[in-house]
């Protein structure tokens, strides 16, 4: 099979196609606020960039095989494929619950992925990059990782977790052979893995040197049959990489796969990027495949100060978050209160905080305002009137810049100065409303008035526009409510004037409850 593009040609990336992709969730436990904080940002970043004009794939999914999934369906009594059925459900119901615009949803269960996995798989073979040896080590199962000797402290891994000792046959990737290669590929593309700090890390792991890893398990039978060998399983994370390129098809379909490949962007927990950044890449370039364009790290959620977990019972749930707060709150929420990259805190004290402020009072009050005063006094028909006055000017004149702005945060991934960005136009929209009054106007000046309103309009406009992926219900309502046209709600048509189609119709409440402020 020959591929379009050898690895190391990311330059092939063109604007108007993007793959952004989801880790896939382990369907050991139901989803918490954690997997939601991951398919809430790239779904934002997915929705842009389809607001920008570009043919967006988004991929998330489930990972299903691995010992930890079967030791989990064993203890709920059940067989793994009826576990994985019925946990798989409940992340694909995150879709909807959090209003996700995936292009496609994997399982690693499905038989499109081990038929690409063992292509994959068998490439690594023909160019002589496995081997079969023995493994000795220690197993962190709740990580599915190896450790080395030295990595363990008083009989756990580096994350906490117990670890088991493992002797058995297996299958080795010569990762050896890819140390050099990695670092001048990372040398050569300095944005590959963002944000830089992670990057740095990154590059002391290689540099410290890399030993060929274990990627078959023999005594586990919860996994992808190697290839030509009934008695192992693929190690759960080879399989688990592998969904990037079954998603396009891979081996077969190459159109796809030469389209969107090198525009991907895998977003992940800081916790998993040396499986991304390090072995992905090696695999491929072994596998003479292209890499993907950048692998950005996030930083972890803690819940009031402390680590999420079962055992101290503090797992947030977004299904009841979701009840409570709505959609659009908690997906402000997780993006505006936590710079993107960083670890952050959740507590629903500071949700409602942002909710009772950047939402409730400024955006809503903004739109309320504004639109309840044309349906009293105009019943809906907005009088537009431009105007030439330097004051009006300088507001609109803050339109052109933000969306740059926007658009250079979201490709950045700093999704909280995006939203940071935004809300100053809000408070600069309310401060524009504070100083031109126009319940005065109404009675002094109709024709300023006419003006004022004008200005507010376009604002509004604009604003509904650059909200759209982040908060997309209320965006489109305030977009409904202004009467825009839903083919008028790209970037392309923000230089355009406002143009209503029509009468104004009722606006719909955007922020029904404002919850008080529990201290
Ligand atoms: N199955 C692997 C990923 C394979 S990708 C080829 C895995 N799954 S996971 O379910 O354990 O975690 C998936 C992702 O959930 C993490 O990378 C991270 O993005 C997110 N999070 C899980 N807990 C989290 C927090 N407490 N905070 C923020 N994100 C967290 O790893």
């Keep these: ?55 967006v794939r988004f991929l998330t999914g489930t990972d299903e095989h691995g010992q930890k999934v079967a030791q989990s369906a064993e203890q709920a009594g059940k067989t793994a494929q009826a576990f994985c059925d019925e946990i798989s459900v409940h992340f694909r119901d995150l879709i909807p619950l959090l209003n996700l615009t995936p292009t496609d949803f994997i399982r690693t269960t499905e038989a499109r992925h081990k038929k690409a996995a063992q292509a994959f798989w068998s490439r690594l073979v023909t160019r ?69 700090y992670r990057r740095n890390e990154i590059l002391r792991f290689v540099e410290g040197g890399l030993k060929d890893l274990s990627i078959s398990r023999s005594r586990l039978t919860w996994g992808i049959p190697v290839p030509g060998d009934t008695q192992h399983v693929m190690y759960v994370w ?39 950044a390090v072995y992905w890449p090696a695999l491929l370039m072994a596998a003479n495949l292209p890499l993907p364009r950048q692998i950005f790290a996030h930083g972890w959620l803690t819940v009031e100060g402390q680590k999420m ?16 707060y709505g959609v659009d709150a908690v997906r402000y929420f997780l993006l505006r ?25 400024d955006l809503g009050n903004l739109v309320q305002r504004v639109l309840s005063f044309i349906h ?26 933000l969306l740059l702005r926007v658009q250079n945060h979201v490709h950045r991934f700093a999704l909280h100065r995006a939203l940071e960005g935004i809300n100053e136009a809000v408070v600069a929209a ?17 024709e300023r008035l006419k003006e004022v309103l004008t200005v507010l309009l376009e604002g509004l406009f604009r604003i509904g526009l650059l909200l759209r992926a982040f908060i997309p219900s209320t965006a489109e309502k305030i977009l409904d409510a202004l009467a825009v046209a839903p083919e008028a709600r790209t970037f392309a048509q923000s230089a355009a004037p406002y143009q209503p189609v ?13 919850l008080e402020d529990a201290g």
């Design 430 to 446: 309310n401060r524009y409303v504070d100083q031109q009054k126009p319940w005065v106007l109404v009675k002094t000046n109709p």
């Design 238 to 276: 080879i399989d688990a990489l592998t969904n990037y390129l079954t998603s396009l098809g891979f081996p077969e379909k190459q159109e796809d796969f030469a389209r969107f490949w090198p525009s991907c962007v895998h977003v992940v927990g800081k916790e998993i990027i040396r499986f991304h």
């Design 376 to 401: 009293k006094h105009f019943e809906g028909r907005p009088p537009l009137r431009q105007s030439s006055l330097a004051e009006d000017q300088e507001f609109l004149f803050l339109f052109p810049s």
């Design 128 to 196: 002589g990059q496995i081997y079969l040896g023995s493994y000795a080590g220690w197993y962190d199962v709740r990580d599915e990782t190896f450790y080395r000797e030295e990595e363990i402290v008083d009989g756990k891994s580096p994350s906490g977790h117990p670890v088991e000792w493992i002797q058995e046959p297996s299958y080795f990737f010569k990762l050896s052979d890819w140390q050099q290669p990695l670092l001048r590929f990372y040398e050569e593309h300095p944005d590959f893995i963002a944000p830089s």
């Design 1 to 55: 099979m020959v591929f379009l593009r050898s690895w190391g040609d990311t330059e092939a990336m063109t604007r108007d196609s993007f793959y952004i992709t989801t880790p896939i969730y382990y369907v050991n436990a139901r989803p918490h606020i954690g997997s939601a904080y991951t398919s809430i940002a790239v779904d934002v970043v997915a929705r842009f960039m389809r607001q920008e004009g570009a043919d």
């Design 337 to 361: 209160e936590i710079p993107f990259g960083e670890d952050g805190d959740f507590s629903e004290r500071a949700l409602r905080r942002r909710l009772n402020t950047d939402l409730a009072n």
């Design 309 to 324: 977990s079962k055992s101290l019972g503090n797992v947030v749930d977004p299904t009841s978050l979701v009840k409570t």
């Design 502 to 514: 029509g009468v104004l119709p009722p606006l719909e409440i955007l922020f029904p409850k404002v």
